[in-house]
């Protein structure tokens, strides 16, 4: 009824000033017969395209800021009639294979035609310059998508769900999407990369499906374990699992027990009674695992106990005689720590290696690998990132691998091809960076180790835990059945270094000691300022001018702001925006999911793609956004990489960083944002990792307060898993 009451408004955009991907909100400037002034229109548009005609409803208003404004309630698209639309229509990127030049091309030649000929007469379009057989087949397969997409996407838009996602739901599932999303809106949540159940569940909601359903009380109970494996749980408490079903999804008791127990009957689950040998294990109620974990952790453990007991490929070393030729080599006195290491590796096949930075753990790499290459041993190096596996060739000069790389990941060999079946070809492995490792991954990894080799993990077992699920370095520490190393000696030329000290001084619980004179040049420094907005504003100064002035370090290369949250003012968000405006500044760029794309943009990959290469964390530059194409190469690590304008969503701002996020990296300076506001992530470990990321410089921005309580904070949270307890004989 409300209906009759709006005003009409019929236009052509004109230009698109804002559009969120995710949930088709729109900001258009639309050109409306009779008005001298273009119409600033808001509100939510199909998949929105310079040139085309918007018949539309709502009602008018006043913005304070930008003044008269319609917005929208009802909006239906036609395509444009003028050649001045078209044109604008067809290069606005809308179809691919065809931008600005292109689209200006086809409009001289076939005039008013020019949407006829490529609906049904696509081969015409081969009279144009620079179009052949190939493109003509792009841009017809692309018209036809942009069809069927439309007609998925207004089917969507009408039950909740954002303009966005279309294009990947449709290549998803293809004709059917309609179809599948009717019969059960939940598989998006799981087949779909970016909808989640709550978008999933409103969907249903809308098309009908109770509230107290079984879809979606099994949906809900799977999207609760994956949310808790996120949080770092391999596995979760029956009774609190059921506990958190019942008040996330607002139903009974009864309607939970009934889709956990489907679920563990499809063998989507394990739930595995803890109290079957209470000596065994602590916990007092069963453990409810997502099949895949539950195969990860009791393999993982099995595996290891495998590995230590099968006699190893190395022949017996005399640690006593190895000692003395190994420090005559490197022309070095290890200490009585690292001496302890090297008899450990020659009388055992899995040991553990963990210290602080400074404590010598590249100097015991390199001394192993000095040892046994004399013996002809076949040696593997590896680290779970890029950056580390880079680093650890640098300070070895032996290659080292990204795992995923040494086990031989295929995408469309549909998976990991180094395996219990087809191992790698080692006598020793050696992992720098262990505390990354989850329990996926270790998973994948034990199985591809040769039952009589050596496998040597090297971490600092203080810093945060993976970002995936599990801890495995401290369980597999914790478990005792190897045994550990824990480096704590600070080398001479380590201890003139004020990132290191301050590092072991926080990690003992201890505050920082803080330059005494501002004149001289420190590598670590705290600048106090309790005030957000005011430091946000020194971030932007110290990261734009101070820093690149005072050190000659690029302020988008060699400076990495980390930061404890995601929200708030100086929160990973609102950080990125502003220090995009002050390094990269432009109006030209692709938006996308929010976010705007520009050429030189520091961005950082945020979903693992093994097709690609590249995984969650890498950094890189946008080298090049090509508007023809609709494709954006960014820089990583020397290489370029392509990305389609509908796979952007894997990549976000990365000015600044969470430091989960960081693990693993190293940058020559960092800058670390720590106000009381962060006061729940204020943790020692999160402290330490962050401040361990720094190479030449660290500079804190907050106040005292702040970095005693993250001090004094050492009550990590815990996390669900039994790798410890599956490993001890």
């Known amino acids: 009824m409300a209906n009759d009451n709006l005003a009409e408004l019929r236009g052509q955009i004109e230009r698109i000033t804002y559009v969120n991907d995710e ?28 040139g085309e005609i918007l018949t539309m409803k709502g009602e008018w208003g006043r913005h304070p800021k930008y003044g008269e404004q319609f917005k929208i309630t009802f909006c239906e698209s036609a395509v444009p009639a003028t050649l001045a639309g078209i044109e604008k229509y067809l290069g606005s990127g809308l179809i691919r294979g065809i931008g600005p ?36 087949g792009m841009i017809r397969k692309a018209w036809e998508e942009q069809k069927e997409i439309r007609a998925i996407m207004i089917f969507l838009q009408s039950h909740g769900v954002g303009a966005g996602y279309a294009a990947r739901i449709y290549r998803h599932y293809g004709e059917q999407a309609i179809a599948v999303v009717r019969e059960n809106p939940y598989r998006l949540a799981t087949d779909i990369f970016g909808i989640g159940f709550l ?20 949906a809900g109970a799977l999207y609760i374990l994956h949310e808790l494996t996120d949080d770092g749980h391999v596995y979760y408490p029956y009774e609190p699992l059921v506990a958190k079903c019942r ?8 309607i939970v027990v009934k889709a956990v127990a489907k679920l563990a009957a499809d063998r989507r689950i394990v739930i595995e009674d803890l109290t079957a040998d209470t000596g065994r294990f602590r916990e007092n109620y069963p453990a409810v695992y997502l099949a895949g974990y539950h195969v990860a952790e009791t393999q993982a453990a099995a595996r290891l106990r495998t590995l230590i007991a099968t006699p190893r490929s190395i022949r017996p070393i005399d640690a006593d005689k190895a000692i003395p030729w190994i420090q005559e080599k490197l022309a070095i006195t290890l200490a009585e720590r690292q001496l302890e290491a090297i008899r450990a590796v020659a009388g055992h096949k899995v040991l553990v290696i963990t210290g602080g930075p400074g404590t010598g753990k590249t100097t015991i790499i390199n001394a192993l690998l000095r040892i046994f290459a004399g ?66 991954l270790m998973h994948h990894l034990l199985k591809a180790v040769p039952a009589a080799a050596t496998f040597v993990l090297v971490g600092d077992v203080n810093q945060l835990p993976s970002v995936g699920a599990g801890n ?34 926080i990690n003992q619980g201890r505050m920082p000691r803080f330059p005494s004179s501002p004149e001289r040049l420190e590598d670590f420094y705290f600048v106090e300022q309790e005030d957000p907005e005011r430091v946000l504003e020194l971030i932007i100064t110290l990261v734009k001018e101070r820093i690149p002035r005072r050190f000659g370090l690029d302020p988008i290369d060699d400076i990495q702001v980390l930061t404890p949250m995601h929200r708030g003012i100086v929160g990973g968000l609102n950080l990125n925006a502003e220090l995009q405006k002050a390094l990269n500044p432009g109006e030209e ?40 194409g609709q494709e954006v190469l960014v820089s ?76 004094k904070n050492n009550k990590t949270q815990k996390r669900y898993t039994l790798l410890s307890e599956r490993i001890k004989p």
Do not use: W
Request: net charge neutral.
């Open 23 to 50: 949930n088709g909100f729109t900001i258009a400037r639309v050109k409306v017969a009779g008005r001298r002034e273009l119409v600033t229109v808001v509100g939510n548009i199909v998949n929105p395209a310079p």
């Open 101 to 136: 030049v292109m689209a200006k091309r086809i409009v001289r030649r076939f005039k008013e035609e020019t949407l006829d000929v490529i609906e049904r007469a696509s081969e015409r379009l081969s009279e144009i310059e620079g179009i052949g057989p190939k493109r003509i």
């Open 199 to 218: 978008s999933a569940d409103r969907i249903a909601e809308k098309l009908g499906f109770a509230r107290d359903s079984e879809l979606r009380a099994e």
């Open 247 to 254: 008040e996330i999804l607002a139903i009974d008791r009864e």
């Open 375 to 440: 013996m002809r041993t076949k040696i593997l190096l590896a680290a779970p990132t890029g950056r580390a596996a880079k680093r650890m060739t640098e300070a070895t000069g032996h290659e080292a691998k990204t795992i995923h790389r040494l086990l031989e990941y295929s995408f469309q060999k549909g998976g990991f091809q180094k395996n219990e079946t087809a191992p790698l070809d080692c006598d020793l492995l050696i992992v720098d960076e262990a505390s990354m490792i989850d329990i996926l």
């Open 472 to 505: 495995c370095l401290k369980d597999v520490i914790e478990s005792r059945a190897v045994p550990v190393v824990e480096l704590t000696e600070i080398f001479r030329q380590a201890r003139e270094s004020s990132i290191i000290v301050t590092a072991h001084l």
């Open 589 to 628: 760029g692709v938006s996308r999911m929010g976010r705007l794309y520009r050429t030189g943009d520091k961005v950082m990959q945020i979903a693992n793609n093994y097709d690609k290469e590249v995984y969650n964390g890498d950094i890189g530059r946008i080298a090049a956004i090509d508007t023809e």
């Open 636 to 711: 990583i690590d020397g290489r370029e990489i392509s990305y389609d304008f509908a796979e952007l969503d894997e990549l976000t701002h990365a000015y600044a960083v969470s430091i989960h996020k960081s693990q693993g990296s190293e940058y020559p300076a960092v800058v670390i944002p720590i106000l009381t506001q962060h006061y729940i992530l204020l943790q020692r470990n999160l402290l330490y990792t962050g401040v361990t990321r720094g190479k030449k410089l660290v500079v804190i921005v907050g106040t005292k307060k702040a970095l005693a309580i993250a001090i």
